[in-house]
């Protein structure tokens, strides 16, 4: 186990070296939505932040919707979710939703859209009449009219044609599921029991009825050799679908029941050397094979005969706009989903119980964080995205920690000034991750660096974190 340590905020040092590792260290953590929030920022009124969005000016908006429902507890995944048992529950949540969808729309009025993501847990554990209904509150409390991009997520032990058509019916054009890894032994480990019958029959459905499909794969977990990695990224191309997503094991975010599994099965953490050794493996392989990165995770053909770094189509708009500028909003609907408005973050109530419970009896099922203008979210979060637009930024509100930070990435040539904008380099898009905690101002780093001390007292188990390599190891490892 390694135990970070709040101080080790500091300890996270980019080296203006322009071979090796450009730093001493991988964060342990690999996804988070920025900006956080203070407990003293909670708002004593948590409709405010829904009544003041007009005076806000957004220039995107997407809508998360969250079904907690599965027929599998996988042992790796760290979101609200809990076991499906029977379809009650299923159809009283669905009806919160519905209710949510309602009462976000009598407060802030007909919002108008550009992406919306359905995710879980297990969405489409939704029968096709349940989604169906879901689909049609959508339209009628959300402005659809200009829409690009409605993503289902699946799980393919519940995937059934007439589901699938039942999501094409009401406007999904993206339908995404995981596959994690086709190794026995670590699909075991995850708690995975779908087939592999079952992965490529959902595959091949999901190409025929969708114009873009994604899967998304996990590397880097304990004990994985490199052929099991290559066996993983070779038959998840084989699906087909339109992109793939490789992430690498959250260990500090996984179930402890899942360290306890590898400990007894003999199975060691990587090291974050090895880990990121694997992910200049996938990213070799994946060019090689005609695909090109679209953002921190995914991969698609490449679109241009020409050596882009990262391709902007086909376009994952969801997380562009989750990992986009201050003033991109994201509204959450369901248990423990999160909205982010300009200046707020707000919290649904995690237990789908208590949600369903607070709905029915008219009250606010969520509480909210007065956060202020977060200008420099557009900085934190480019490396994911790969293009930092200078115009979106106002850089005179920007936190000088930030702007001196920046300053470093391009001295260390992970990021490159571009005269309207700045793009990362492929130094700086392989250790994104650790570009985004470097730009952080002093308040962010405190807090993920409190969350990562929070997850390692709670029995959560990490990675050896260390970077340091010697010079022969520095001449293998050059991008």
């Known amino acids: 186990m390694w135990n970070w340590g709040l101080l080790n905020m500091f300890d996270l040092r980019l080296f203006s070296r322009k071979d090796g590792f450009p ?53 790796f995944c760290p979101f609200t979710r809990g076991k499906y048992h029977g379809d009650e529950i299923l159809q009283d949540y669905t009806q919160a939703l519905e209710e949510e969808l309602r009462l976000k729309r009598e407060l802030m009025g007909r919002l108008t859209v550009n992406a919306i993501f359905v995710g879980g847990g297990t969405p489409s554990i939704l029968n096709a009449t349940q989604i169906e209904s879901l689909g049609k509150a959508i339209h009628k409390y959300l402005d659809t009219t200009n829409l690009t991009e409605f993503t289902f997520e699946l799980e393919v032990k519940s ?100 360290h306890k599994m590898a400990r007894n099965a003999g199975l060691q953490h990587l090291d974050a050397k090895q880990r990121t050794r694997y992910r200049l493996d996938i990213d070799d392989y994946l060019r090689a094979q005609g695909y090109c990165a679209i953002n921190g995770y995914s991969y698609s053909r490449r679109n241009r005969p020409d050596d882009t770094l990262i391709q902007h189509t086909p376009k994952f708009l969801y997380h562009d706009i989750v990992y986009g500028y201050h003033d991109d909003a994201v509204i959450g609907y369901g248990a423990s989903a999160r909205t982010q408005l300009q200046g707020y973050n707000v919290y649904n109530h995690p237990d789908r119980t208590e949600y369903i419970s607070r709905i029915r009896s008219g009250k606010v099922p969520w509480e909210a964080y007065g956060i202020g203008n977060s200008f420099d979210k557009g900085i934190v979060t480019f490396p994911y995205r790969g293009v930092l637009q200078k115009i979106r930024i106002p850089w005179d509100q920007v936190d000088p920690v930030t702007l001196r930070a920046l300053e470093e990435a391009i001295k260390a040539e992970l990021v490159v000034d571009k005269d309207d904008h700045y793009e990362i380099t492929k130094r700086g898009w392989l250790f994104y991750v650790n570009l985004m905690y470097h730009l952080m101002p002093v308040k962010g780093k405190e807090w993920l660096s409190r969350r990562i001390d929070s997850q390692v007292a709670a029995g959560h188990e990490s990675e050896q974190t260390s970077l340091v390599v010697t010079a022969q190891e520095a001449n293998c490892l050059r991008p």
């Open 23 to 75: 730093f001493n260290r991988q964060l342990p953590i690999f996804n988070w939505y920025y900006p956080f929030e203070a407990d003293y920022e909670l708002l004593a009124n948590p409709v405010l932040p829904f009544l003041m969005r007009e005076q806000a000016l957004t220039r995107r908006c997407a809508a998360y919707l969250h079904i907690p429902f599965c027929e599998t507890i996988c042992s």
């Open 159 to 258: 995937v059934t044609r007439e589901i699938l058509l039942a999501m094409r019916r009401i406007g999904v054009n993206r339908v995404s599921f995981g596959v994690q890894t086709f190794s026995k032994r670590h699909r075991a480990l995850f708690s995975l029991d779908a087939t592999t019958c079952q992965i490529r029959e959902t595959a091949a459905m999901s190409n025929e009825l969708f114009d873009y499909t994604n899967v998304d794969i996990i590397y880097g977990m304990a004990g994985q050799t490199p052929a099991e990695l290559l066996n993983d990224v070779r038959q998840a191309v084989g699906l087909g679908t339109t992109s793939v997503d490789f992430y690498p094991l959250n260990n500090l975010s996984a179930q402890v029941r899942m």
